[in-house]
């Protein structure tokens, strides 16, 4: 038989497919698709009969192998069944109360106030973190009640816009009003070493008492140095000695005075109110400056007299230096 120059068929094709064709390969496809989705163990329709046979308990179908059955629950007769079986179950089913929810009594208060607060800043000089110190008074608080407090984010609340620097600290209290502090928003070491808090019942006070973590980007502050003993300390500067005496002039080269006087440099002027040596001329000021005052020596205590000035040192004359050395004689002539 012909069948690729049929009616509607295409060359190299085995033409087209009868209507027993079609429903075949539906029958596949879906068998197929249920054995993904359908665990016939778990079916309670599903039926194996003496014969061999597979039934649909459902629909009262008779099937050859599990694949017409499985094509079966995917066919429109029975998916309608589940639905009708489904809604007389549903309605023969007997009316079920709702489990009752446990009922919880709401007490109500009437708000006096905010309580009375102390915040104390703290910093632990060993770890270096920088912690907070809540006493919170609440002197009429209901009996068998203990304040309340929790850690909120800035994005829960709705007074403030929203910062993430900040975070909030909340206390609650009935019939007082709920307080919260503003802290930065650090993360908080969890030690119980460090967080603790303690409900005096007697003075009706609370404590709240939390640390900062150390942030590494600021680093651990320098601890303060501690105070050194008495033997520790630098022993105290002592004066310095005197300076050495003054050596004697060097003796007079043998050339003669003429020969010093050339070498040596002109003498020092004397200090300002002191009167030059006898002798000695002053040089001339210049043009437009006066002459500095005399120095006027301190009275002493009364009662004491003033010791006379030491009489100047006169100028060596001519007689008391000595003569000058003869220079040597010459070598003999060689002989």
């Known amino acids: 038989m012909d069948f690729q120059h049929r009616a509607g068929g295409k060359t190299g094709t085995g033409g087209v497919a009868s209507a027993s064709e079609s429903n075949r390969d539906r029958r596949e496809r879906l068998r197929q698709l249920a054995l993904e989705t ?49 809604a007389k179950e549903a309605k023969d089913a007997p009316a079920q109360p709702a489990p009752e929810r446990a009922r919880v009594d709401i007490r109500r ?11 104390t800043k703290q910093r632990d000089p060993e770890a ?42 909340l206390f609650a209290a009935e019939p007082y009003e709920t307080i919260a502090f503003k802290v930065p928003s650090r993360e908080v ?5 460090k967080l603790w808090t303690h409900w005096n019942k007697e003075t009706k006070q609370f404590f709240l008492q939390f640390a900062f973590k150390v942030d590494s980007k600021i680093g651990r502050a320098p601890s303060p140095k501690p105070l050194q003993p008495a033997s520790s300390l630098p022993p ?55 002459p500095p005052p005399p120095m006027m020596r301190p009275p002493g205590p009364p009662g004491m007299s003033m010791a006379p000035p030491p009489p100047p040192i006169p100028p060596p004359s001519a007689s008391s230096i000595p003569p000058p050395l ?9 002989s």
């Open 38 to 86: 359908i665990d016939l163990n778990k079916d309670p329709y599903f039926m194996k009969n003496h014969l061999g046979s597979y039934e649909c308990k459902l629909c009262l179908t008779l099937h050859n192998n599990e694949g017409s059955y499985l094509a079966h629950t995917q066919g429109k007769k029975h998916q309608s069944n589940l639905a009708r079986r489904a």
């Open 109 to 119: 208060f009437v708000k006096i106030g905010r309580p009375g607060y102390k915040v």
């Open 128 to 169: 270096g973190q920088q912690s907070l110190l809540f006493q919170i008074d609440y002197p009429e608080i209901v009996e068998s009640l203990q304040p309340r407090y929790r850690f909120m984010a800035a994005y829960e609340q709705r007074i403030e816009p929203p910062d993430r620097k900040w975070q909030y600290l």
């Open 189 to 193: 070491d969890k030690d119980p070493r």
């Open 236 to 290: 105290p500067m002592l004066i310095p000695p005197p300076p050495p005496p003054r050596l004697p002039p060097p003796p007079i080269p043998p050339g003669g005075l003429g020969f010093m006087h050339q070498r040596l440099p002109p003498p020092p002027l004397p200090p300002l109110g002191v009167p030059p040596p006898p002798g000695v001329s002053m040089p001339p000021m210049p043009p437009g400056m006066m």
């Open 326 to 334: 003869a220079p040597p004689p010459p070598p003999p002539p060689p």
